[in-house]
């Protein structure tokens, strides 16, 4: 079966860093996403990653591991704003999207 | 305005109720998609649609029907609705730049089915 696997919930201090784990086995892979949900509303689409490596953007950035089935998410600076629940999604061979239940992150004062 | 659009945002109904729940976007995708949203579970897909004449079913489409009207609309229907299709309901809209296709969400549909 496909599974993607993430902790349900983490917290963190405001100004800190923080690295959400993704784990994945799925039938194939053609790209592994993540999303940020605030509680109530849609996710909004924060990264993409197809090649190993690290993507950087802005405060946020994105690690890959194909051979590991790994991706991590790391957050800089945090702010409170970024409290919310983090999905981590891979496209499988068929192109469809599978998706990790989701990781909430509380962000302390 | 926003480019997925949703209609109702919430909705209450009753057991064996016929229910509709709609979506627009304004993006000009060519590809949509119905999932719901349950605690502690993630995104379930229910179906998608690749073009007006392309209809699929997802992971958990009993129960469940759609209906793609055009290129900018895509409805999905419970035809007698049961108290376990409470849930978040979103519909998501994708283009294919490249290698990536990223979908885009409509703001949800809550219901909730007594």
């Known amino acids: 079966g496909q599974n993607i696997d993430q902790p349900t919930e983490m917290t963190a201090t405001e100004g800190a860093i923080v690295q959400i784990n993704c784990t994945y086995q799925?039938?194939?892979?053609?790209?592994l996403f993540w999303y940020q949900q605030h509680a109530g509303e849609a996710p909004t689409f924060l990264s993409y990653?197809?090649l190993d490596g690290l993507e950087e953007k802005g405060r946020f950035s994105s690690f890959l591991s194909r051979s590991k089935g790994y991706s991590y998410l790391l957050l800089k600076e945090l702010q409170m704003k970024d409290s919310a629940s983090y999905l981590c999604a891979v496209m499988d061979s068929n192109y469809q999207l599978i998706w990790g239940a989701g990781t909430k992150l509380i962000i302390k004062p | 305005d926003a480019d997925v659009t949703q209609t109702p945002r919430n909705r209450i109904t009753k057991t064996g109720k016929r229910i509709m729940l709609e979506c627009s976007q304004t993006?000009?995708?060519?590809?949509m998609y119905w999932y719901r949203q349950d605690p502690g579970l993630g995104l379930r897909l229910i179906y998608y649609s690749f073009d007006v004449k392309d209809i699929n079913k997802g992971e958990i489409s009993d129960g469940y029907s759609v209906s793609r009207q055009a290129q900018a609309k895509f409805s999905l229907s419970l035809e007698s609705a049961i108290p376990n299709q409470t849930a978040l309901y979103f519909c998501?809209?994708?283009?294919?730049?490249?290698?990536?296709?990223?979908?885009?969400f409509g703001p949800g549909t809550r219901l909730l089915v007594l």
């Open positions: 998501a809209t994708s283009d294919l730049q490249g290698d990536q296709e990223t979908q885009y």
């Open positions: 993006k000009g995708h060519d590809r």
């Open positions: 990653n197809v």
């Open positions: 799925t039938s194939g892979f053609n790209g």
